[in-house]
C-alpha cells in the first residue's frame, strides 16, 4: 500500500466515524453512512410505507445502487403480514407468526423513521411528517397500500368504530379480534362474510377465508354456517378450485350468495341490508370498498379510486418524478392487487429510480409476476400463478399469452410451498 | 433533522458506530450492486422476480428449491423443460417458465448461477 492510499483510507475511516456520529445523532436509521464511505451521494429517495412494496423497494434501491440515500417512512413499529392472516382467523396460527421486526433493512442502510407521511409538498419536493421536521427527496417512492370507502355502506363506520362489524382486511388488531369473534360464536351461530365489488386487496383472499373458517366450523361448531355475500356476480378469482373444496370438504356449512353487495348496516338491529332483502347474521366480517391509501389520494386519477401511473416506471400521471406501487396503483390489465405484484412492482420502480438519477435509458423489458397460494384447508392450498410484460404498443404490463395459470387441483405440495413462500417473501421484503 | 433524535442517543450512538460499520460492507455486494449496463440491469430486475418465493438472490429458506450457484446448464436446461412440459410434478415454474424466450431464461440461469450459495 503506498502512502497515498493509506492516507486516502485514514482519511476515509476518519469520515466514516465522523458520519456515523452524525447519523447515529441525527436518527435511528443509518441511511448516509454506506454513501459516504463509497462514492459520492447520487441522489435522495424517500418511500412512504413499509409494507411488501414499499419496504422492499427501499432495500432493493440501497442493495443495488448504494450511493443513494434512502428513507422510508413507516408509522408501524412492525410489519404483520396479510398473506397467512386467515389462518390466523381460524386458529392454525398465531399473530405473532406473521409479525416482524423492521430492523432487519438496516444493515442495507436504509434510515427508517417511524413517523406519519401527512403531505407530500411537489413544489418543495419534501415529504411532511406528522412529529418529524419535512423530508427532501429528488424522487419519491408512494406505497401507502388502500384505504377503506366507509361512506360508501351508511351505518357500517359506527358498528365498526364500536367494534362490533370488522374488516380484518389490514392484518393487525382486527385479525385477532376477528378470531376471539368467531370463537365466541355459539355453535349453530352464523357469520356472514360480506366481498366488495372488485377491484380490491387480495381477490382470491375473501375465499379463502370462508374455507379456512369453514374448517374451524366444521370442527369446534359444526351446526355453524357461513354465508358469503359477494358483491360481485361470480366467484372472483380460482371459482372452480374454491367451489369443489367447499362441496367435498365443507358439504353444507358454505352458502355462496352472488350479487349480494352490502349498500348499508343498521347497527341498531344488527343487519345488513342488501339491494333486496335485509340480511341477518349473528356475526358480520364486511370488508369495505376500497381506494389507494390516504397520502396517495391527492394523485388519484382512474375512477375516483386509483393512482393512475406509466407501467415502465410507475411513474404518476399527475406528478412527475412521484412513483407510486402497489395496491394504490390503477391496475394493469388482469393485475390483481397482492402483497406478490408489490412486492415484484417494487423492484421494477427501484431499477427505474436508479435508471433516472443515473442517467441511464428505462428497462425496455420489465416483468412483473405473480404466485398467488390460498389455503383450502389447513393442510391443502391452491394457486394461480401470470406473468406480465411491457408492451410497448399498448405501453402497459400485458399478460404473456400461453403464461400462468392455476393448480389443477388442491394437494398438500402447495400448502408447503405456501408457508415457504411467506418465509422467503417476508425475508426478501424485510430484509 | 433534529426532531428525529431518538429517546436514548448516546446509548444508540455506541451501538451505530459498530453497526454502520458493517452496514458499509454489506450495502456493497460486489455480486449485486455493480450492474451497470442495461442488459445487466434487465436480467438482475427480472432474477429478482424469482426471489418472492425463491428467496433473495435465490438463498431459499424452506421447501422452495434454492437456485443460487446452481450449474448454469442445469438451471437453463430445467427452465426449458418446464417452458416444455416436460417436467413432472411442476408446480408453478411451467407456468412461469413459458413467461420468458429461452434467451431470457439463459441469461437468468448463468445470473443465479453467479450467484454464491451463502
Known amino acids: 500500500m503506498t502512502n497515498m492510499t493509506l492516507k486516502t483510507l485514514q482519511r476515509r475511516q476518519f469520515l466514516t466515524t465522523l458520519s456515523t456520529g452524525l447519523a447515529g445523532a441525527a436518527s435511528l436509521g443509518l441511511g448516509g453512512c454506506a454513501s459516504l464511505i463509497g462514492d459520492k451521494p447520487i441522489g435522495r429517495v424517500v418511500v412512504i410505507g413499509a409494507g411488501f412494496g414499499g419496504a422492499t423497494a427501499a432495500k432493493y434501491l440501497r442493495k443495488w445502487e448504494p450511493r443513494i440515500e434512502v428513507t422510508l417512512v413507516e408509522r408501524r413499529e412492525r410489519f404483520v403480514s396479510c398473506p397467512i392472516s386467515n389462518l390466523v382467523l381460524a386458529g392454525s396460527r398465531r399473530i405473532e407468526d406473521i409479525t416482524l421486526p423492521y430492523d432487519g433493512l438496516d444493515k442495507y442502510g436504509v434510515r427508517r423513521v417511524h413517523d406519519e407521511a401527512v403531505a407530500i409538498d411537489l413544489e418543495k419536493k419534501q415529504v411532511r411528517l406528522a412529529r418529524g421536521e419535512p423530508l427532501p427527496y429528488d424522487r419519491l417512492i408512494v406505497a401507502p397500500g388502500i384505504d377503506f370507502q366507509y361512506d360508501a355502506i351508511p351505518g357500517l363506520a359506527a358498528a365498526h368504530d364500536a367494534g362490533r362489524v370488522l374488516h380484518a382486511w389490514k392484518a393487525g388488531p382486527e385479525t385477532v379480534a376477528l378470531r376471539r369473534q368467531l370463537e365466541a360464536l355459539p355453535n349453530g351461530g352464523v357469520f356472514a362474510l360480506s366481498i366488495p365489488k372488485a377491484p380490491y386487496r387480495c381477490p382470491p383472499g375473501p375465499y379463502e377465508r370462508a374455507s379456512v373458517v369453514a374448517q374451524y366450523f366444521q370442527r369446534a361448531k359444526p351446526r355453524s354456517k357461513l354465508v358469503i355475500l359477494d358483491g360481485n356476480p361470480d366467484i372472483v378469482s380460482k371459482k372452480g378450485l374454491f367451489l369443489k373444496a367447499w362441496q367435498e370438504l365443507y358439504p353444507g356449512i358454505i352458502e355462496y350468495r352472488p350479487n349480494s353487495e352490502v349498500i348499508e348496516f343498521d347497527n341498531r338491529a344488527h343487519v345488513a341490508r342488501l339491494e333486496t332483502e335485509d340480511f341477518k347474521a349473528d356475526l358480520f366480517n364486511i370488508i369495505p370498498p376500497q381506494q389507494a391509501g390516504r397520502i396517495a389520494q391527492p394523485l388519484i386519477s382512474v375512477n375516483n379510486r386509483w393512482v393512475g401511473v406509466e407501467f415502465q416506471g410507475f411513474e404518476s400521471a399527475k406528478a412527475p418524478g412521484v412513483h407510486v406501487i402497489g395496491d394504490a396503483t390503477a391496475s394493469a390489465p388482469a393485475m390483481p392487487k397482492s402483497g406478490f405484484m408489490a412486492n415484484n412492482h417494487a423492484k421494477a420502480v427501484a431499477d427505474a429510480v436508479i435508471a433516472r438519477l443515473t442517467g441511464q435509458p428505462l428497462n425496455d423489458s420489465p416483468v412483473i409476476t405473480n404466485t398467488c397460494y390460498s389455503f383450502v384447508s389447513e393442510t391443502e392450498a391452491v394457486h394461480v400463478a401470470l406473468v406480465h410484460k411491457w408492451d410497448a404498443a399498448q405501453k402497459t404490463l400485458a399478460p404473456v399469452a400461453g403464461a400462468g395459470g392455476l393448480s389443477a387441483a388442491r394437494n398438500a405440495l402447495e400448502a408447503t410451498y405456501a408457508h415457504t413462500w411467506a418465509r422467503n417473501i417476508w425475508a426478501d421484503v424485510l430484509g | ?118
Open chain 2, 1 to 118: 433533522m433534529n426532531t428525529l433524535i431518538p429517546r436514548q442517543p448516546a446509548l444508540l450512538l455506541s451501538g451505530l458506530l459498530l453497526l454502520c460499520g458493517s452496514a458499509a460492507v454489506q450495502a456493497q455486494p460486489a455480486a449485486t450492486g455493480t450492474a451497470t449496463t442495461l442488459p445487466e440491469r434487465q436480467v438482475r430486475t427480472w432474477a429478482a422476480t424469482c426471489a418472492a418465493c425463491h428467496g433473495t438472490e435465490g438463498r431459499d429458506q424452506g421447501a422452495i428449491p434454492a437456485i443460487a450457484g446452481r450449474g448454469a446448464d442445469t438451471l437453463y436446461r430445467a427452465l426449458i423443460e418446464f417452458k416444455g412440459g416436460q417436467r413432472p410434478a411442476a408446480t408453478v415454474m411451467h407456468q412461469h417458465a413459458k413467461g420468458y424466450s429461452d434467451d431470457e431464461l439463459r441469461r437468468i440461469a448463468q445470473y443465479f448461477a453467479a450467484l454464491p450459495v451463502r
